[in-house]
């Protein structure tokens, strides 16, 4: 998964440590809707959460943390920011092997609960922030099941580190938040700037005077490419196939005003001359898509400091291993993956739903929203002594509970039809997927060989039920890679 890699780069030098910029695509919610800006926060790989409003060192085996700010926290107090741990940020838990397979609202709303239970009970007391949809705390726990992360990661120095936590720690930590003028963005820009001087700036002309997330994400990433010594890495977090509204990429002024097809006739209407205008400047001067970025900086090259990692890469990298341009093109291949292995995995999904057909586990792709949505209506869900989700739902009288949690869905706990139910529906919405919404091919594999273990349950389940039938021989499966 996207996140064991992140550990693996984390774990492959943490003499070097780094800041990110986040881009958080947009949610089809309020003004998002209109402005289709998305939401910038800061990521921080050796700084980590005291409180969630003092910062500290990371101590051994800590991944850092997101500090994120917003119109409001919604807390008792109308901070500025909240630090939570990273993996809090993205899967709404803290052990990245307990993070939700499948996105659903009440999934999302508890692991709220969870975090404002155990971190927030001190700053979150009155009514309006414990029940409030609108208390923007919220937003900073589970991103990845409301939308995808982008995270552009420069290296930092001990030095800079403690520099920030001591003079981040002594400034108020008091809401002035302004749309226009003290948005998200700004204030991942003068955090950024901290560390490096002018590394991200405003595009007033493309933003009609505003700053936007896109615009931090943008200029930070041309900051780092005029600088190599930073070894610019972006990590790509794709929002988890369930029921939650998909996100959409974040988008800039003029390129929301030339892309978006409600704003362009309402604004030609009174203006006729700004959506050729703003068509003319996007085109010429504002192009930036964080996929390709993604693409062209593959952060899991770093990961090549681990053994395991590395013995396995220079297998596959054979004579060739030395030539760091061959080495950039096949790690590509191996997170992004080829046309014909997403072809051939559409290919190898059609051959287990004529299967699961055939065995009455499913009625077809169309079954898929109906489990979806009976799940999401009639299941209860509960945490575990590790903070992992399960998921009861009773029909008939009979009670049945799977893992929603990435360990458990194929725990011998969970039961083997629901979680190969669950894994198919996801696996059916992930080959869906717009490409900045889909997983890497590299995660593919990792999620595919899931899917093959429930799919081994699920037959050796039936053989057992049913001994008066012969035993199903399984269906062979393209090995992959």
């Given at each position: 998964m996207a996140f064991v890699l992140f550990l693996a780069t984390l774990c492959a030098n943490r003499a070097a440590a780094d800041v990110g910029v986040i881009l958080d695509e947009s949610l089809d919610t309020s003004v998002a809707r209109i402005t289709g800006s998305g939401h910038s926060a800061v990521y921080l790989s050796r700084v980590c959460p005291e409180s969630p409003i003092r910062l500290r060192l990371c101590r051994a085996g800590?991944?850092?943390?997101?500090i994120s700010n917003y119109t409001s926290l919604g807390e008792d107090q109308p901070f500025e920011w909240n630090v939570m741990p990273l993996s809090v940020?993205?899967?709404?838990?803290e052990d990245p092997a307990a993070r939700p397979i499948f996105g659903l609202p009440k999934i999302k709303h508890a692991l709220e609960e969870r975090y404002r239970e155990q971190y927030l009970a001190e700053y979150c007391t009155s009514e309006?922030?414990?029940?409030s949809d609108k208390a923007e705390w919220r937003e900073t726990v589970g991103a990845t099941l409301s939308r995808s992360v982008y995270i552009f990661v420069v290296n930092t120095s001990v030095e800079q580190d403690l520099a920030f936590i001591k003079e981040f720690n002594s400034r108020p930590n008091v809401n002035h938040f302004n749309g226009f003028s003290r948005n998200c963005a700004t204030f991942t820009r003068g955090i950024v700037d901290s560390f490096f001087h002018g590394a991200a700036h405003a595009d007033y002309f493309n933003d009609f005077l505003m700053t936007s997330p896109k615009a931090i994400a943008r200029s930070f990433t041309h900051y780092a490419l005029h600088h190599p010594e930073l070894n610019l890495r972006v990590f790509?977090?794709?929002?988890?196939?369930?029921?939650?509204?998909?996100?959409?990429?974040?988008?800039a002024g003029t390129e929301q005003l030339f892309r978006s097809k409600k704003l362009v006739a309402p604004v030609a209407r009174f203006v006729p001359w700004l959506p050729t205008a703003a068509a003319g400047s996007y085109l010429l001067t504002d192009r930036f898509n964080p996929e390709h970025e993604a693409e062209k900086h593959p952060a899991v090259l770093q990961a090549v400091g681990d053994p395991a990692i590395g013995a396995e890469k220079l297998r596959a990298y054979g004579s060739q291993a030395n030539d760091p341009?061959?080495?950039l093109r096949d790690t590509r291949l191996q997170i992004d993956g080829t046309a014909e292995e997403w072809k051939q995995s559409h290919e190898?999904?059609?051959?287990?739903?004529?299967?699961?057909?055939r065995e009455g586990t499913v009625t077809g792709r169309e079954y898929f929203d109906h489990f979806a949505k009976d799940i999401d209506e009639k299941g209860t869900l509960s945490f575990d002594s590790h903070g992992a989700?399960?998921?009861e739902i009773t029909e008939g009288g009979r009670t049945r509970q799977v893992g929603a949690s990435a360990d458990d869905i194929v725990d011998p706990s969970s039961d083997s039809e629901l979680a190969y139910t669950l894994l198919l529906t996801r696996t059916d919405r992930e080959l869906k997927s717009p490409?900045?919404?889909?997983?890497?091919?590299?995660?593919?594999?990792d999620n595919w060989q899931t899917v093959e273990a429930a799919r081994a349950r699920t037959l050796v389940t039936f053989a057992t039920a049913d001994k008066s039938e012969p035993q199903r021989t399984p269906m062979p499966l393209r090995a992959r890679p």
């Open positions: 800590e991944t850092g943390s997101v940020y993205l899967y709404g838990v309006s922030c414990k029940t790509h977090f794709a929002q988890l196939p369930g029921t939650i509204r998909r996100s959409t990429e974040a988008r341009g061959t080495q190898d999904f059609d051959g287990l739903m004529e299967e699961a057909i989700l399960w998921l490409k900045h919404l889909r997983e890497t091919m590299a995660e593919f594999r």
